[in-house]
């Protein structure tokens, strides 16, 4: 669908599945509680969303953990569970619209962005895990001729994936679709802001034939579902997506409960090296990009950009002029390019880092509050810094908004310096023509993500994961399958 009239008929018509799904039905919470979800761009009421709390999320535990034992699907050869993955991709095919519609009334992306974007890449993350189910393979190592020993995989169990709202859909795929593709039970715990397409996943996968119990969704917020989940004696493993302060919780409560293994994918300040013999046209372009898609609310924004002194001056005018694509609207409207942040609280949370730039001596080139005719929305313009230095807090922290901070550099040692002074590590660019450049920048930059010449490029098979505090271990990728599985060893005696 292409007009923004049809979308607002379709987003007037919806009626969002809102329960608990739980061993294969939906269900209401067991204290009957629920919350609302609100539209960004209006501050209005969605649904009421069931809000499960440890209560519920026992009982998808227990669901889990007897489909995983039965072995329904951890057992079911691998071809069927291939079959039944293709099953549940075509089914989002079918439903793109919906999924699309979905997030963007819950998190306020442009719906563009949507259909061009996180769904496909949703669908595409079944496909490619499908695919990687009959190539899991252990192995016959070298031993004595009186012995055969065999390393197998398998299943680590039942696995608790709790994601974030920026890219709702995008991010339970990247989750569950390897944790299922290597035969573990899930149960999905989505952030509180954006907790209506999981549901329509749900769906789907009874309608693709998972069986019960085997995935299983419980919204609800952080610190009681989240927490409990975490904390569960009977979770094996937690797939995390989130900011690092809750990602480090996660490795809290496994310690404080039963050593089930985490892996965090956490936050970012990934940094932009624009060298002086850069394609300027090119690296303005995806600077702009880099910054303002989705808001600014992603992970690996390239927030930090860090330019030449000699080219300092051009690149931030032209970028200036660039920046003039991304146009805050109604997120419905294919023509937009820019939505509404989540929440008030993160409105105010980002307009508070711009206040903190402005006061440490950072100069306003574009942007700096919020955009005229929009003020029933969360919206915040997009903005663009000169003047930053690495000591400044919008050089240094998390902001997740439309928020770009232009820093200048004289020599290759002191962008990368600044480069990787963060606590952060996951994501990093270099522009220039210069091999050598490229692939010493590419060895020194300590990030978990090198982009040479672009931003943002990637297919599923990119390791997508940071160094330091942007977290442990990958999405997409064939090492993602195996990290939700263990190795056996057995030993035959033939002697
Ligand atoms: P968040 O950490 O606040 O919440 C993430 C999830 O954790 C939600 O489901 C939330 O309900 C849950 N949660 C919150 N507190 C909890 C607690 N005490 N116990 C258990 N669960 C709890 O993050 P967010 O605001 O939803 O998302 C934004 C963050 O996600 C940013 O920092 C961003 O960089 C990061 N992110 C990282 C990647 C990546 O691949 N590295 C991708 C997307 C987002």
């Known amino acids: 669908m292409n007009d923004v009239k049809g979308w607002h008929a ?14 294969g039905k939906f269900v209401d919470a067991v204290d009957g509680q629920r919350f609302a979800t609100l539209n960004p761009a209006n501050g209005k009421v969605i649904a009421e969303v069931a809000r499960g709390n440890e209560k519920d999320i026992d009982l998808a535990v227990k669901a889990a953990r007897r489909a995983y034992k039965s072995g329904v699907w951890s057992r079911m050869s691998p071809r069927g569970r291939m079959d039944v ?3 549940i991709a075509r089914l989002m095919e079918a439903h793109a619209d919906e999924f699309a519609l979905l997030d963007c009334l819950d998190m306020g992306k442009s719906i563009s962005e949507l259909t061009g974007g996180d769904v496909p890449f949703s669908i595409l993350t079944f496909q490619y895990f499908a695919e990687t189910i009959d190539k899991i393979e252990g192995a016959v190592t070298s031993t004595d001729p009186s012995a055969l020993h065999m390393i197998v995989r398998e299943p680590l169990g039942v696995v608790a994936c709790v994601t974030p709202w920026n890219y709702p859909l995008m991010m339970a795929a990247w989750k569950a679709a390897p944790a299922l593709a290597a035969g573990n039970s899930v149960i999905l715990k989505p952030a509180e802001q954006s907790p209506l397409s999981a549901l329509l996943l749900a769906k789907i996968f009874a309608e693709a034939g998972v069986p019960d119990g085997v995935f299983n969704v419980v919204n609800g917020f952080g610190e009681d579902a989240g927490k409990a989940l975490a904390l569960h004696m009977d979770v094996d493993k937690i797939g995390f997506t989130g900011s690092t302060e809750v990602g480090k919780l996660m ?46 609310e992603v992970c690996s924004a390239g927030s930090r950009l860090l330019v030449h002194d000699s080219i300092y001056d051009e690149f931030v005018s032209r970028f200036a002029g660039e920046a003039g694509r991304f146009q805050p609207g109604d997120p419905l409207d294919p023509a937009t390019t820019m939505g509404p942040l989540v929440t008030r609280e993160q409105q105010a949370r980002v307009l508070s880092y711009i206040e903190a730039g402005k006061k440490e001596g950072g100069e306003v080139v574009i942007g700096g509050g919020t955009p005229a005719g929009l003020e029933a929305g969360n919206y915040v313009q997009p903005t663009l810094f000169k003047g930053v230095t690495e000591k400044m807090t919008i050089a240094r922290e998390e902001i997740f908004g439309p928020v770009g901070a232009a820093i200048r550099f004289k020599s290759y040692d002191e962008a990368i310096s600044i480069a990787n002074n963060s606590i952060y590590g996951l994501a990093s660019s270099v522009w220039t023509k210069d091999i050598t450049t490229a692939h010493k920048a590419a060895r020194d930059l300590e990030a978990g993500m090198v982009w040479i010449n672009c931003y943002d490029h990637g297919d599923m098979t990119q390791p997508w994961g940071g160094y330091k505090q942007s977290g442990q271990g990958r999405d997409k990728c064939f090492e993602t399958v195996l990290a939700h599985m263990q190795t056996k060893s057995v030993w035959i005696n033939l002697g």
């Open 85 to 87: 993955m293709y099953k």
């Open 10 to 23: 379709l987003a007037a018509a919806v009626k969002p599945e809102t329960r608990l799904f739980i061993d």
């Open 251 to 296: 490795m809290v409560y496994s310690g404080q409960s039963n050593m089930k293994k985490v892996t965090t994918e956490c936050g970012g300040k990934s940094p932009q090296i624009v060298m002086p013999d850069a394609d300027l046209d090119a690296a303005v372009s995806y600077a702009v990009n880099g910054i303002f898609t989705n808001q600014g």
